[in-house]
């Protein structure tokens, strides 16, 4: 008898979504980012071009950084 992967597959995403689903905020968790105007982003800071830290500013820099500022700038947040 041949093995059916996509049998496999199939079961994996729908254990995948149902976890999903399952993990879901409740409503008093979530936060629309357009009426509070904040924005959280996590990096890691430790791959120059993209995220750093400047030790001489005291702050983050980088291209994602700066995609990160655009973007709230654009979105009034």
Do not use: C, S
Not at 4 to 15: I, M, N
Not at 42 to 63: C, L, S, V, W
Request: glycine fraction near 6%; charged fraction near 25%; charge should be negative.
């Amino acid at each position: 008898m041949r093995k059916k992967p996509w049998l496999l597959a199939g079961l994996v995403l729908t254990g995948v979504a149902a976890w999903m689903i399952w993990n879901q905020q409740t409503d008093a968790e979530a936060h629309d980012i357009f009426e509070d105007h904040k924005l959280v982003v996590g990096t890691t800071g430790d791959y120059k071009p993209f995220t750093y830290r400047n030790e001489e500013r005291n702050r983050y820099q980088g291209f994602d950084i700066d995609v990160i500022q655009a973007f709230a700038k654009a979105a009034n947040l």
